[in-house]
């Protein structure tokens, strides 16, 4: 597992994960009902590392899925990345190739401060799209838009912008270096992020992980809290894994999540996902 996000509309929690073996961005999209049991997947081609993801829910109970998009390298002796946002109808036992389909549309970043790397991210009680990017001013950004702005104009400095802000540094978080970006969601004027990493082997002790919460009305290196979540400590291999807003009959729920390891040869993942439902602390 790389990402996750919530249909509230029909009960559903979508998965993102990177096709193993796979160097050109392929992924799988897995449905499943909220106890997990798996009623579908949709294969995809060319797209991302799948690290961040969104659902847009539709009437129909098949939603869009918003992921990054255009997996590639630039120039010769660089490593691949993606580079645009993109949005795709989901569909059971589906198959689709970013370069090939029009089922794909694209959304190029014509941000003046924006370099490359976008990650996207709904917010489904205000319906925005949260944007992760490197930045030209700073190395990393977050811009925030109302979504049907971006399904209508696009992603431009010509599409208002509801808020902008550059993301603390690891050492502003007081967070490690190995301590890596793992996600992102936002709900109302906060935006929330996961960070951490895997233990060197399964076995070992699961490394520290850390959930941050920033306010998009804040500028520079601001910071709102880093709570360190000991969620999923005694899973083997735990990853942190994805974040996202699920809009449950109790209220909004701040979901966290974990890849850990239960088998090797083949190598076989768990994907685990938590939550609280007090979003401040």
Request: aromatic residues 10%.
């Amino acid at each position: 597992m790389q990402s996750f996000a919530f249909d509230h509309v029909h009960g559903h929690i979508y998965f993102v994960q990177t096709k193993v073996g796979s160097t050109n961005g392929d992924l799988w999209v897995t449905r499943t009902d909220l106890s997990g049991k798996v009623l579908g997947a949709m294969a995809l081609q060319g797209f991302d590392h799948g690290s961040s993801m969104a659902i847009q829910p539709d009437t129909s109970g098949s939603p869009y899925v918003w992921l990054a998009g255009d997996w590639r390298s630039l120039s010769r002796g660089t490593a691949p990345n993606s580079h645009t946002i993109c949005r795709i109808k989901y569909s059971d036992g589906g198959r689709l190739d970013y370069a090939k389909d029009a089922g794909v549309r694209r959304f190029p970043i014509r941000l003046s401060d924006f370099r490359d790397c976008p990650r996207p991210s709904i917010d489904p009680y205000t319906n925005r799209l949260l944007i992760r990017y490197m930045g030209t001013t700073s190395p990393w950004r977050l811009a925030l838009f109302d979504l049907p702005a971006v399904i209508d104009k696009g992603i431009s400095d010509t599409t208002p912008i509801l808020a902008k802000r550059a993301l603390p540094t690891n050492a502003q978080l007081g967070l490690s270096d190995s301590d890596h970006f793992q996600g992102m969601t936002s709900y109302g004027q906060y935006a929330y992020l996961s960070y951490g990493g895997p233990p060197a082997k399964p076995t070992d002790p699961a490394k520290p992980s850390y959930l941050v919460r920033l306010d998009m009305n804040k500028a520079g290196g601001s910071v709102e809290e880093v709570y360190r979540t000991r969620a999923g400590e005694s899973l083997s291999g735990r990853e942190p894994q994805g974040m996202a807003i699920w809009r449950s009959p109790g209220g909004p729920r701040l979901a966290f999540g974990f890849s850990s390891k239960i088998s090797g040869s083949p190598d076989q993942f768990r994907a685990t996902v938590f939550y609280k439902s007090d979003l401040t602390r």
